[in-house]
């Protein structure tokens, strides 16, 4: 156990929909990642939040969008899904976000949308 | 830009062999940290090791070890005596010194047979 946690473990949702994906940093981490897991693109980063701010930003679409708020959690809001947005989505943290630093995952969040 | 390649795709033993996973990093930093990680059948991603560039001492822990060689810009693990419960995707990733998203390989699937 990471000491990441994701809500929920599972997704299923139509086109169109809009969903939010919530994560909870280990105790003491101050950084948020998040990645995202598909078949055809493998593990791609989408975005990282550094206590309240965002540090960095991936191949992230325009219709993804996240936040990490006060008290350290973080939120990956998806809308107007499409089929190609099924996948599996990482939420990982750090003690800093400085470069080099271990990313500690959580179980992950798997989307379906249909 | 950074690249990582896992030119083994799907890597099948039978129990107690040993088997190597290879993996090859594109970088231009100085500084840069590699990065193995697992993920089981259940999905999610463990921290398995974390190096940096200028630690190229390789380590052994239990039946793990891994080889890093900046010469071949290679960062090869090794599972001695491996067993049913190893089966895994493993990733290799890299991260440089001032960026903090990880790149990831493409995976090998390792499946360990009784």
């Known amino acids: 156990d990471s000491g990441v946690t994701q809500t929920p473990k599972h997704l299923i949702t139509a086109t169109g929909q809009r969903v939010t994906l919530r994560c909870s940093p280990r105790?003491?981490?101050?950084?948020v990642y998040w990645y995202q897991q598909s078949l055809d693109q493998g593990l791609q980063f989408l975005i990282q939040?550094?206590?309240?701010?965002?540090?960095a930003k991936g191949n992230i679409l325009e219709r993804f969008s996240a936040q990490q708020f006060p008290d350290l959690h973080s939120e990956l809001n998806l809308s107007s899904l499409e089929l190609g947005d099924s996948a599996l989505y990482f939420c990982?943290?750090?003690?800093?976000?400085?470069?080099?630093?271990?990313?500690?995952f959580g179980p992950g969040t798997r989307l379906l949308v249909l | 830009a950074q690249k990582v390649t896992q030119a083994q795709t799907e890597i099948s033993v039978v129990e107690k062999e040993d088997v190597t996973l290879d993996c090859v990093y594109e970088?231009?930093?100085?500084?840069?940290?590699l990065f193995w990680y697992k993920q089981p059948p259940s999905g999610e991603l463990v921290f398995l090791i974390r190096r940096n560039s200028f630690d190229e001492q390789n380590e052994i822990s239990g039946r793990y070890s891994w080889n890093f060689q900046k010469s071949t810009s290679s960062f090869n693990f090794t599972i001695t005596a491996s067993q049913v419960v190893d089966s895994a995707v493993y990733f290799c990733?890299?991260?440089?010194?001032?960026?903090?998203?990880?790149?990831f390989g493409a995976g090998t699937r390792l499946a360990v047979h009784p």
């Open positions: 990733a890299t991260l440089s010194g001032g960026y903090n998203k990880l790149i």
């Open positions: 939040y550094y206590n309240g701010e965002e540090r």
């Open positions: 970088t231009r930093d100085t500084t840069y940290y």
């Open positions: 105790s003491g981490d101050l950084s």
């Open positions: 990982a943290s750090s003690v800093a976000g400085f470069g080099g630093e271990t990313q500690y």
